[in-house]
């Protein structure tokens, strides 16, 4: 790594011979010295009317130094803190005499040069301590040397700085309107509304800008180099290099540093293997999203969280010099859900309830009565619904139900009971809920683990169709129906169909194929078929099978579609 080191201060001999000089706008090799922004990286050195990036540790402050000729050429230094704040200060030097003579490429003369300008006390011009994002503006500067020295107390940190002596014309940075805030003007549960003024670099300079709004729960952000930070801390570890020593290609990877050009001999450059005593930081995923729109200045953030506080922040971005500019944020905390109704269940009464797609529905049920137990039957009509059961706010259930489910939980004197059911996100659920203390009068007929129908091909004809399905140990009543379906049945049809809610009145009387009581005591031969006939050669239909229980409640088994031979 040292003969690396070395390479890249002979590259940037040939900028200090003479007068020493430093890189400037005057320089010829200017637009060479914009293109292979690594050579700035890590070599103390400011070029004029770029941005530089970097890494600073902690309570390592480190100093960069700027050129100016001429006297009174305007001057401006601009600091952006990517993470944390910043203590920075701006001051004047003057150069030696001796200094000022042809440089040599001897290793020790230049680093000799170097040294006698960081020993040099100058006058300070600017100081500032904070994340801001701050500068330094001077329209007639004195010529010199002129050193940044940079400070972080709190941790390890990127920044950026970009200085110039052509502020007027540059203009790198995106300008803020007369009013820089961001209004949020309409918001909801869920959306938030945001609109702000247009920058004058487009609409007056016809300056290529894009708009990007960073949303997050936790804080505004003051430059957009710091909610990137923020974002790129979410998967992966970082490796921070050892202070002293200089980057190699692992290290400008993970600190944001172009590798190309770096020089083709890789042989003298570490491999990427940590070295001991470098640290390992570990950062938990951060919930922070950046969404760039183009042009537009009114913009709606969607799938919020209700009654969640966000920070919302506008950044302008010249898609020329990628160089961006921080309206005033916004934070509003979006509204909370609308107040459940909740439905109060009578004791051994059946309650049809329907809950919307992710959405949630809240039933109370109060025992009139002393009890020993109580017994919840959930009939989930289609997909599977969650269900919680609370008494006097203590959790006693939390499940998942598909199909029929029953409850019992033990009973307590005067004790209230909140169900709180919570549909999927394939869509809208309904249920059949009954809750009672007295369950041997009031149940929803049971139903064996396999509802399906089979049919039995081999015994299918042209006018009939044979099926069997799975009967209980208690004896029930089962009732079939038929009903034909053209050969556009749509998967909408198939679905509202398996709603197993939708009882034997809900189907025409020309429907119904018969009704008959089964059971067996055997649960392995509690198997029973039957035989559907008087039906048109090649046609489909589709079959269902009703078990009712006590008090009339029914349930519906899988439908089936049989189809009868064309020929025979």
Not at 73 to 100: F, G, R, Y
């Amino acid at each position: 790594m040292e003969l690396f080191y070395w390479c890249v201060l002979c590259l940037l001999l040939p900028l200090t011979s003479r007068t020493q000089k430093l890189p400037t706008r005057d320089e010829e090799l200017f637009q060479m010295q914009i293109r292979d922004k690594e050579f700035f990286h890590d070599s103390s050195v400011i070029p004029d009317g770029a941005e530089v990036s970097s890494y600073l540790f902690r309570d390592t402050p480190r100093r960069y130094f700027f050129m100016v000729e001429e006297d009174n050429t305007p001057l401006s230094v601009t600091v952006t803190p990517c993470d944390a704040p910043l203590e920075w200060k701006l001051s004047l030097q003057e150069l030696h005499e001796e200094s000022s003579a042809d440089g040599s490429g001897d290793p020790e003369l230049l680093d000799q040069q170097k040294q006698q300008m960081t020993d040099v006390e100058g006058t300070e011009l600017f100081s500032y301590k904070g994340n801001d994002v701050e500068y330094f503006l001077s329209s007639s500067s004195p010529s010199g040397l002129y050193q940044l020295e940079l400070l972080s107390t709190e941790k390890d940190t990127h920044f950026k700085v970009y200085a110039t002596t052509t502020p007027e014309s540059d203009q790198p940075y995106p300008e803020l309107p007369y009013d820089p805030r961001v209004d949020v003007t309409s918001f909801g549960r869920t959306t938030v509304t945001l609109a702000w003024k247009p920058s004058p670099t487009a609409s007056i300079l016809k300056q290529p800008i894009e708009y990007c709004v960073v949303i997050n729960k936790e804080h505004n952000f003051k430059s957009l180099c710091a909610a990137e930070t923020k974002m790129n801390v979410d998967d992966a570890f970082m490796v921070a290099p050892k202070p002293g020593l200089d980057f190699n290609p692992f290290d400008f990877a993970h600190f944001g540093f172009p590798t190309d050009n770096l020089g083709k001999d890789r042989s003298l450059l570490a491999k990427p293997s940590p070295k001991v005593g470098r640290h390992v930081y570990w950062r938990p995923k951060v919930d922070i999203q950046k969404i760039c729109i183009g042009n537009k200045n009114i913009f709606t953030v969607s799938d919020l969280k209700p009654d969640t506080q966000y920070y919302f922040d506008v950044f302008m971005v010249n898609t020329n010099t990628n160089m961006s500019t921080a309206y005033v944020g916004a934070f509003v905390r979006t509204k909370e859900e609308a107040k459940q109704k909740t439905v109060e269940l009578k004791d051994g009464r059946v309650t049809d309830v329907f809950v919307k797609r992710k959405g949630k529905k809240f039933l109370r049920f109060a025992p009139v009565s002393s009890h020993q137990k109580v017994t919840f039957f959930i009939h989930s009509c289609m997909d599977a619904v969650q269900v919680q059961v609370r008494r006097d706010g203590r959790l006693l259930l939390s499940q998942n139900v598909e199909g029929i489910r029953q409850f019992q939980l033990r009973g307590k004197p005067k004790g209230k009971y909140l169900i709180r059911l919570k549909g999927n996100r394939k869509g809208a659920s309904k249920l059949k809920i009954l809750a009672t203390t007295r369950p041997s009068k009031h149940a929803f007929p049971s139903l064996p683990e396999d509802t399906r129908i089979k049919a039995f091909d081999k015994l299918r004809t042209c006018s009939s169709v044979t099926v069997a399905w799975l009967g209980t140990q208690e004896r029930r009543k089962f009732c079939i129906y038929r009903k034909e379906v053209g050969g556009n049945y749509s998967e909408d049809q198939k679905r509202r169909e398996q709603n197993q809610c939708l009882g034997p009145d809900t189907r025409k009387k020309s429907e119904k194929v018969l009704c008959k009581y089964f059971h067996s005591q055997n649960v392995q031969k509690a198997v029973t078929t039957e035989t559907i006939r008087d039906l048109q050669p090649g046609k489909s239909y589709l079959l269902d099978v009703y078990v009712v229980g006590h008090g009339g409640h029914s349930v519906k088994y899988q439908s089936k579609i049989v189809k009868t031979r064309k020929v025979c």
